[in-house]
């Protein structure tokens, strides 16, 4: 009888707390057409990113550090911050799909979510995990949604230190802060008494579509599957008796 595989441990193996299913996801970034094609009226060719502003959507695809939230080409607060003066009564739409993220970004981006007039609209797609899941609760009341078929997964920030006790230490109480930061956030967004928020979170913990409606991360779903139909209907369907 062949002996059960076991994998071993090495410094190239992943942190078994990082979450093996979320990482997979962030091997390689998604594959996107530079460039549009516009009308003759609008010009030849827009950048994707461009016309994806101009069309008032930020899309949220990576792992969510500072970079991403101020630096890099994703620009999220500068952006928000631009459509917003532009125009602080048409709705912003953030489409997320990142399975970690930073908590000191997912703040920073809350805060100027909620410093700025236009609603913003969040919309989870494939894989939104940790921290960035609280980003997705964060968007305008009535505004949260997600894809059918996407995740969410709830889990308390990870962290690590090094050095003196002291030190450690404080990087304890700073990772504590952070903690109880990010749950009351969800707490407020999602209506939870704050004992089930840490209930939720108190390991990774994954849902669905309609646990993340039932939770309060999300107002509706979008693409839900129709209801299933018979093959006798489907035939006189088809023959154009309905």
Same mark, same amino acid.
């Given at each position: 009888m062949p002996? $059960?595989? !076991? #994998?071993? /441990?090495? $410094?190239? !193996? #992943?942190? /078994?707390?990082?979450g093996l299913i979320a990482q997979s996801r962030r091997v390689q970034d998604p594959i996107i057409?530079?460039?549009?094609?516009?009308?003759?009226?609008?010009?030849?060719?827009i950048d994707l990113y461009g016309y994806m502003l101009q069309n008032r959507i930020i899309m949220v695809g990576k792992?969510?550090?500072?970079?991403?939230?101020?630096q890099a080409r994703g620009?999220?607060?500068?952006?928000?911050?631009?459509?917003?003066?532009i125009n602080p009564n048409e709705e912003i739409r953030l489409y997320i799909n990142a399975g970690a993220g930073s908590p000191y970004a997912i703040t920073g981006i809350l805060d100027t979510i909620r410093a700025m007039q236009a609603p913003v609209s969040?919309?989870?797609?494939?894989?939104?995990?940790g921290a960035v899941a609280v980003?997705?609760?964060?968007?305008?009341?009535?505004?949260r949604f997600i894809m059918a078929n996407s995740r969410v997964m709830l889990q308390q920030p990870n962290g690590g230190a090094?050095?003196?006790?002291d030190e450690v230490n404080i990087q304890a109480t700073e990772l504590n802060r952070t903690m109880q930061l990010m749950y009351t956030f969800l707490a407020e967004y999602t209506g939870l008494p704050m004992d089930k928020v840490e209930e939720e979170c108190d390991r990774e913990h994954f849902l669905g579509a309609e646990e993340s409606k039932e939770l309060g991360i999300v107002d509706g779903i979008i693409g839900t599957p129709p209801a299933f139909m018979p093959r006798n209907g489907l035939l006189q369907f088809a023959r154009g008796n309905f």
């Open positions: 002996r $059960p595989f !076991t #994998p071993s /441990l090495s $410094p190239c !193996t #992943p942190p /078994l707390g990082a057409p530079p460039y549009i094609q516009l009308s003759p009226q609008q010009g030849d060719a792992r969510v550090n500072d970079a991403v939230a101020t620009i999220v607060v500068a952006s928000l911050l631009a459509l917003d003066s969040t919309i989870g797609v494939g894989m939104v995990g980003l997705l609760a964060g968007g305008a009341k009535g505004r090094m050095g003196s006790a």
